[in-house]
């Protein structure tokens, strides 16, 4: 995760892992690395008091998606998908990956 997210030495790469439904069914579970220096603090304390998916939170950053690998199930479709989350300004500031 730190050789795609490109953190200084120093800089810690905060997990955070959450279930995505509907109507009390889980559809997708989404883990996140991310690089909370480049967040606001209000991103931050969503981010750990709150179940808001992450690119809600951080949909301010105007973030694009590179795909980093999709993994597909026997005949049932994507498996899981792996994405770097880049800011407007090209900084990249998450590793996603959703199953």
Partial sequence: MRAALKPANDEPVQYRRVALGCGGEVLSKAENWYL???????????????????????????????TLSVQYGDGSGVLRHRALLIARDGSPFSVVSEA
Wanted: glycine share 10%.
């Fill in 36 to 66: 909370p220096a480049r967040l606001t603090p209000a991103m931050n304390r969503e981010l750990v008091t709150q179940q808001t998916p992450f690119g809600r939170v951080v949909e301010g950053l105007g973030f694009r998606r590179r």
